[in-house]
């Protein structure tokens, strides 16, 4: 099993950064594929990238293609989200996700655990 708690959320301008970061606790995050999704008021969750647990390609929402990147530090147990050029439309609580089949889109109903979320808000 494992817990997962996200962080670096806040408030930003657009074309602003954020970097949000998921430390989880666990003997086995290093083998998990882990995930960020977020969920804007509203709507459903949705996907945003994903990281496989070794070697592998990452997988990015259209949305965020070439804005985002994906990361993690298996030595110190965190996956992280670079958010660049934010725009008003990233506006959401963002939750991290682990232990799933990854794919080029991770379905959430597919993902095992969720941290409790970061909320990111981007003003115009």
């Known amino acids: 099993q494992v817990q997962l708690v996200e962080s670096g959320g806040g408030l930003v301008q657009a074309g602003g950064s954020l970097r949000l970061s998921c430390a989880a606790s666990?003997?086995?995050?290093?083998?998990?594929?882990m995930a960020w999704f977020r969920q804007a008021p509203g709507k459903e969750r949705e996907f945003v990238a994903a990281?496989?647990?070794?070697?592998?390609?990452?997988y990015y929402a259209d949305s965020v293609k070439g804005r985002f990147t994906i990361s993690r530090d298996n030595a110190k147990n965190t996956v992280y989200l670079q958010m660049n050029s934010l725009k008003p439309e990233d506006t959401a609580v963002y939750y991290c996700?682990?232990?799933?089949?990854?794919?080029?889109?991770?379905?959430?109903?597919?993902?095992?655990?969720w941290g409790p979320g970061t909320q990111v808000t981007v003003s115009s």
């Open positions: 996700g682990a232990d799933f089949a990854i794919r080029v889109v991770v379905p959430a109903g597919n993902v095992k655990y």
């Open positions: 666990g003997r086995s995050f290093s083998y998990y594929n």
């Open positions: 990281i496989p647990w070794g070697s592998g390609p990452t």
